[in-house]
């Protein structure tokens, strides 16, 4: 299939040309079609599949014939990495159409972003909490919104965005269509639907044994007070260019990432405790190269889009094994194999037996493997 079957205007497809794509992934070839008929969508797909072209095509296939009004479709999802990331996606593809796309989230000044709102803006990708921040002063009006999406669900609920996602949806025509885009769609997400979704088809093009396929997993043993060095070892003896290590804190990654660049190496942190600026930065800089390691918590990682990351490296484990298969399908991109390594302390015993369990795959430790497997193919 090719985007030409999908039957989207020329305006859509040129953008699609100049971005380089040429077929549908997965999620879109099944999630366009549907969304472009009006139904409401319960998609099951990770960050990397393409899902944010799964919703943005659609609406503004359907915005494009109708006369412009403010705020027609609602974007919501949780970080304002992933918000800054969706904003530029929905205004590539809609480039070649008179749509305005504006993308409003908190860390930065209010006026700018009243601003924009009051001239006017079509389409608004926002997080919950500046969101809600713009109803309360009287800056947002729903009368005319006919699309929402949520997307990346399942963080929101982590988050503890429920609450107030409910409390926006509620201002909405209840005549809309809506869609919900969640890496997982356990009993959890679907209790968070209700109400918002009407009647949805639901689509899951993307369990996570698909990712884990294309990931070399490997456990390297080491001792609480040997971490740092672990890791300094290990960037030098496979070479490690562009890698996301994982901290399961914000202090702890701050003080990773400053650690090794008092050892020399070109590293940066991104946490929810870091400002809008200083995160900007630090993403940017890694997406450029110039950042060769990027120390990351859990929650902030969701806004990361890059495809060319070839290790990920789990400086502590997760708390969740559906967050160690979201941290490894980071390297995995773009038809790319990828690495992901996991120091392992003796305290960490339980955790590995229940990530084993999950993913029903027994990890290799790196001592027993052929360690020439565990640079990217």
Not at 56 to 67: F, G, T, V
Not at 160 to 166: D, L, M, P
Not at 187 to 215: A, H, M, W
Request: net charge positive; with cysteine.
């Amino acid at each position: 299939m090719t985007f030409n079957d999908l039957e989207l205007r020329e305006e859509l497809r040129r953008s699609i040309r100049e971005l380089g794509h040429t077929q549908p992934t997965p999620i879109q070839e099944q999630a366009i079609p549907k969304a472009v008929e009006g139904h409401d969508l319960m998609c099951c797909a990770q960050t990397g599949t393409g899902k944010t072209a799964a919703f943005a095509l659609p609406i503004l296939q359907r915005l494009a014939s109708q006369p412009r009004a403010k705020v027609r479709a609602v974007i919501m999802v949780p970080t304002r990495e992933l918000a800054i990331q969706v904003g530029k996606s929905v205004m590539e593809y809609g480039k070649h159409l008179e749509i305005v796309t504006a993308t409003i989230f908190g860390g930065v000044p209010f006026e700018p972003q009243e601003m924009i709102l009051r001239h006017g803006a079509d389409i608004l990708v926002a997080t919950p909490g500046r969101m809600k921040d713009h109803i309360w002063r009287g800056n947002i009006d729903f009368r005319y919104t006919q699309f929402l999406v949520l997307d990346e669900a399942d963080r929101m609920l982590d988050m503890g965005f429920i609450k107030a996602v409910r409390e926006i949806v509620e201002l909405m025509p209840s005549d809309r269509q809506s869609m919900l885009f969640s890496a997982t769609l356990d009993s959890e997400i679907r209790r968070f639907s209700k109400g918002i979704l009407r009647n949805p088809q639901r689509i899951d093009v993307t369990p996570p044994r698909r990712t884990l396929d294309e990931v070399d997993q490997f456990l390297v043993r080491t001792r609480p007070g040997q971490k740092q060095a672990k890791l300094e070892s290990l960037i030098r003896k496979y070479q490690m260019e562009r890698t996301l290590v994982f901290a399961r804190t914000k202090s702890g990654a701050s003080r990773l990432a400053s650690r090794l660049r008092e050892r020399g190496y070109n590293a940066s942190a991104i946490h929810s405790d870091r400002t809008q600026v200083e995160r900007m930065r630090a993403l940017e800089g890694f997406r450029r190269g110039e950042v060769k390691i990027l120390v990351a918590t859990d929650i902030a990682a969701r806004g990361i889009d890059v495809d060319d990351i070839s290790h990920v490296v789990n400086y502590d484990l997760p708390y969740s094994t559906k967050d160690y298969v979201h941290r490894i399908g980071r390297t995995a991109r773009a038809g790319r194999r990828g690495v992901a390594i996991s120091l392992v302390t003796p305290g960490d015993a339980r955790g590995i037996a229940a990530i084993e369990r999950s993913i029903d795959q027994k990890l290799t430790w790196e001592d027993d493997s052929k360690n020439n497997n565990v640079r990217p193919h």
